[in-house]
Nanobody, 133 residues
Framework: QVQLVESGGGLVQAGGSLRLSCSFSGRSYSTFNMFAMGWFRQAPGKEREVVAGISWNGDSSYYADSVKGRFTISRDRAKKSVYLQMNSLKLEDTAVYYC???????????????????????WGQGTQVTVSS
């Protein structure tokens, strides 16, 4: 029903920047504007963790403590895309980054549990980000 495709990953030196993109597509009723969007990541040997989330209308954004002040999530309605601008990258940011979509048509609170991966309905295939020293 909904497809998410990430892009923009790659190899970057510590202190550098990358911008991840996630394009959203689906059937006509699965409109981008009805979904909150999140970014998650998973490093080798570690559990998946939340990175950032943005509400369906873009008015609210949330960040994991580990990326606050360095990463910025944004969305573009016209392009049906969500972005993750990553600055001041650290070695520990190395991971596969996943885009996820969470249906908000039921009016549920996103602020309450934006970080909960199990609440998201669709996932992309991931894009690798590697930060080198």
């Amino acid at each position: 029903q909904v497809q998410l495709v990430e892009s923009g990953g790659g190899l970057v030196q510590a202190g550098g920047s990358l911008r991840l993109s996630c394009s959203f597509s689906g059937r006509s009723y699965s409109t981008f504007n009805m979904f909150a969007m999140g970014w998650f990541r998973q490093a080798p040997g570690k559990e998946r963790e939340v990175v950032a989330g943005i509400s369906w209308n873009g008015d609210s954004s949330y960040y994991a403590d580990s990326v606050k002040g360095r990463f910025t999530i944004s969305r573009d309605r016209a392009k049906k895309s969500v972005y993750l601008q990553m600055n001041s990258l650290k070695l520990e940011d190395t991971a596969v980054y996943y885009c996820a979509a969470r249906w908000q048509g039921d009016g549920s609170s996103y602020e309450r549990d934006w970080f909960a991966g199990f609440r998201y309905d669709y996932w992309g295939q991931g894009t690798q980000v590697t930060v080198s020293s």
